[in-house]
């Protein structure tokens, strides 16, 4: 079953927007993590938050957590054309860190 | 550094046949996992294996088998195969079974069964 929900499904910007990217999940979690996936291969590991952060950055990418609220967003600044992907939002939570429960994902399309 | 490699990269199969997807982990890494991508979904879990020991399995039928050799590559095997299990098969390795630890993904096997 799915754990986090990605929102929104799509997103169209122009190059040199931001981008933000939600992802809502159910349960407590250990650490959420956020993945970049280009037209159904591999998955890019991006940024890993731990339950007891709240705030994290890598370069023009900028995620929070919320674990009242449970949720996250991801941002990310000036985006390219080559940030065109799919964006998930996995979580793992229990005694489980080595399995990631993922989100159905964000189509994210940056036009030039 | 060569990355997560799997292999084959697409695949063909008919009903009730048997498949085995190959992955080789980074070296160094003990770890490796097994995820199902359906069209337009998020990757499942599907096993985690750790030090050639299942650790962890999702909700997968008994027809998805897989096994960890002693240079740590692993194989996934599913058989009796359905239309439903086409989809992308991801492995990823990790270094370690257990705490905080990013998993590099390989590119997957994209299976179609017919």
């Known amino acids: 079953s799915q754990q986090g929900e990605e929102d929104p499904q799509a997103l169209s910007i122009q190059e040199g927007e931001n981008a933000t990217m939600n992802c809502s999940y159910k349960?407590?979690?250990?650490?959420l993590q956020w993945y970049r996936q280009n037209s159904g291969r591999g998955l890019v590991h991006l940024i890993l938050i731990r339950s007891n952060e709240r705030e994290k950055h890598s370069g023009r990418l900028r995620v929070t957590l919320d674990t009242s609220k449970k949720s996250s967003s991801l941002l990310i600044t000036a985006s390219r054309a080559a940030d065109t992907a799919s964006y998930f939002c996995a979580t793992s939570s229990g005694g489980s860190n080595y399995k990631l429960t993922f989100g159905k994902g964000t189509l994210l399309t940056v036009n030039p | 550094d060569a990355g997560v490699t799997q292999s084959p990269t697409h695949l063909i199969k008919t009903r009730g046949q048997q498949v085995t997807l190959r992955c080789s982990p980074i070296?160094?890494?003990?770890?490796v996992s097994w995820y199902q991508q359906v069209l337009g979904q998020g990757p499942q879990f599907i096993f985690q294996?750790?030090?050639?020991?299942?650790?962890g399995r999702g909700n997968f039928p008994d027809r998805f088998s897989a096994r960890q050799f002693p240079n740590y590559s692993s194989e996934l095997n599913v058989n009796a195969l359905l239309l439903g299990d086409s989809a992308l098969y991801l492995c990823?390795?990790?270094?370690?079974?257990?705490?905080?630890?990013?998993?590099?993904f390989g590119p997957g096997t994209r299976l179609t069964v017919t």
């Open positions: 349960t407590s979690i250990n650490n």
């Open positions: 990823a390795s990790s270094l370690a079974g257990r705490g905080l630890r990013e998993q590099y």
């Open positions: 294996y750790y030090e050639k020991e299942e650790r």
């Open positions: 070296s160094g890494h003990k770890s």
